[in-house]
């Protein structure tokens, strides 16, 4: 089945796949294509509508990208964004010039009046914030075109020629810091181009498949099962996709949480897949025994990690692809430059310089969390993995203080599934986003029954966050943490005595260690 298009003309903004996202999310298909496709083949995709996206560059800068004004030809709407607008209306006879400081350059948070008599304000409150971030301004408007929008600063932050279908905007409706921005670009879909919604993420599975399908051929291919919900996510797909040419191999080095690498295997049981669950606890924690620092365990954990997967991967003989769950987070932030490393972060996902194989597929790469976890389900994989909130890479191990053992692994283990069973059965899992306990490496005095106990302490930690950059702790009830440490003083032998981690990020990490 063919699906109406909207196609995202990329002049190289930073929020290009996000615009893409909002689209989809409004039920529409969309393809992001350079601004340098040519427009023949624009117009071969038979587009309902076009949207421009922002870019770094002054529309009158030597090295600006520009479109084939024949574009504006096509009878297609146009949706400009930022550097979109501004080369929207340049093209179309208008004028744009760098702001004066203090006038018309706007960043960040504006207050902005909307014309709602204009389509893509249709519906919409009249007074709301955007998210600006321009330095250039629209000194004359091209003719035709009416003003809709502006803020205290700025006569002319949006405009339309609603005649043939043209509109602009200065600030970004895809960010989530302008409200209702979502329902702009909604109403720009449904009541300008006259999408009908035909599209959902069954659709984007379907598609997904058919590609990988026509990449792999009969080859061979290679995954890294984590546990977590992208290589889960990517697994199901890959399987889904070419069966049996797909070995996922699953890693499990006991440090899981209670139950965790069993249910990992079940949720794949549905494919005829070679799926090969590597039970390597006993070789990592020898590895382990004895290390106390928290940066050398890691790498320990790293290095054992490639090690097995080695080991695995030459048992399969060649492979011709592997698959990496990259999602476009992941993309975005790679690109970040050199922060000060605070923690390696080991990711079983990026394995690619010690496997054999021709190419690297990666199925996630444009999907963003959320979808992620849509497109899990549209796989048919359970809500316990689909849900399930970041893991660290080397497990319990940092969250075991200091040195580790079998016995305290499955301490924490105990009381950690007592916990997350607590904040699921409260609710609260709905508002924090990550929550887990720590075996601290503290050892008190307490009082049980009538004899004297000399047990570890454990820690709570729950934070809501959005970006797992900086974090919050959370507000757990009272009555609620009461339950959990009544639970696991009673229920776990050698804890007696429970704290509750009030510090957020920064200045401490999510972790412990
Ligand atoms: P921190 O402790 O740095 O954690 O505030 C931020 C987020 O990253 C997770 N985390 C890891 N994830 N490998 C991973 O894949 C790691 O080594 C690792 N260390 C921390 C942590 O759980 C939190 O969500």
Same mark, same amino acid.
């Given at each position: ?23 989809? %999310? ?135 020629? %609603? ?27 449904? %009541? ?102 928290? %940066?050398?365990?890691?790498k320990i954990i790293g290095e054992e990690f490639i090690r097995v997967f080695e080991e695995e991967a030459k048992k399969i003989g060649r492979v011709d692809y592997l698959v990496q769950g990259t999602i476009y987070p992941d993309v975005i932030e790679s690109g970040a430059g050199d922060a000060a490393v605070i923690k390696s972060h080991h990711n079983v996902g990026g394995l690619p310089d010690y496997v054999d194989f021709k190419e690297i597929i990666e199925p996630l790469r444009l999907l963003f969390k959320d979808e992620v976890r ?140």
């Amino acid at each position: 089945m063919s699906h109406q298009t909207v196609i995202v003309l990329d002049f190289g903004g930073q929020y290009n796949q996000l615009i893409a996202r909002r689209v989809r %999310e409004c039920g529409v298909y969309c393809e992001v294509k350079p601004y340098t496709t040519p427009l023949e083949q624009l117009k071969a995709m038979e587009p309902i509508g076009i949207i421009f996206t922002g870019g770094p560059n002054s529309v009158y800068d030597e090295k600006a990208p520009h479109v084939d004004p024949a574009i504006f030809e096509l009878g297609v709407p146009v949706l400009g964004i930022c550097y979109g607008c501004q080369l929207m209306a340049h093209t179309l006879g208008g004028q744009v010039t760098a702001a004066q400081e203090d006038t018309a350059r706007e960043y960040g948070k504006t207050e902005t009046y909307y014309d709602t008599a204009c389509k893509i304000f249709k519906g919409l409150p009249e007074k709301g914030i955007s998210w600006m971030s321009h330095g250039d301004y629209m000194a004359k408007v091209p003719e035709g075109f009416a003003l809709t929008a502006h803020t205290d600063a700025c006569p002319n932050v949006a405009i339309a020629d %609603e005649k043939r279908g043209f509109y602009g905007v200065q600030y970004h409706p895809e960010v989530n810091h302008t409200e209702h921005g979502t329902d702009m670009i909604r109403n720009f879909l449904y %009541e300008v181009c006259g999408a009908a919604g035909d599209w959902t993420m069954g659709d984007y599975k379907n598609t997904a498949i058919r590609e990988i399908r026509e990449k792999v051929g009969d080859g061979k291919v290679l995954l890294a099962l984590s546990g977590g919900v992208d290589s889960s996510v990517a697994a199901a797909l890959l399987a889904e996709a070419v069966g049996k040419q797909l070995t996922c191999v699953f890693v499990d080095h006991g440090l899981m949480r209670l139950n965790e690498g069993d249910e990992v295997e079940a949720a794949f049981a549905r494919w005829d897949i070679n799926f090969v669950r590597v039970d390597a606890e006993a070789r990592f924690l020898l590895k382990l025994a004895g290390e106390a620092e928290p %940066e050398r365990k890691r790498k320990i954990i790293g290095e054992e990690f490639i090690r097995v997967f080695e080991e695995e991967a030459k048992k399969i003989g060649r492979v011709d692809y592997l698959v990496q769950g990259t999602i476009y987070p992941d993309v975005i932030e790679s690109g970040a430059g050199d922060a000060a490393v605070i923690k390696s972060h080991h990711n079983v996902g990026g394995l690619p310089d010690y496997v054999d194989f021709k190419e690297i597929i990666e199925p996630l790469r444009l999907l963003f969390k959320d979808e992620v976890r849509q497109l899990g389900r549209e796989l048919g994989l359970p809500e316990y993995l689909v849900m399930r909130q970041p893991f660290p890479g080397p497990g319990l191990a940092i969250r075991v203080i200091g040195d580790l053992t079998k016995e305290k692994l499955d301490t924490l283990r105990e009381a950690d599934a007592i916990y997350r069973e607590e904040i699921a059965a409260a609710g609260e899992d709905k508002n924090i986003n990550q929550y887990f306990a720590v075996l601290t490496n503290t050892r008190s005095v307490g009082v049980m029954g009538d004899g004297r106990t000399y047990d570890y302490t454990l820690a709570l930690r729950a934070v809501t966050t959005s970006d797992f950059m900086t974090a919050d702790w959370a507000r757990i009830p009272y009555d609620v943490l009461d339950r959990i440490s009544t639970r696991i003083v009673n229920e776990v032998k050698g804890i007696n005595r429970i704290v509750y981690d009030i510090t957020s990020k920064p200045p401490a990490t999510i972790e412990w260690e």
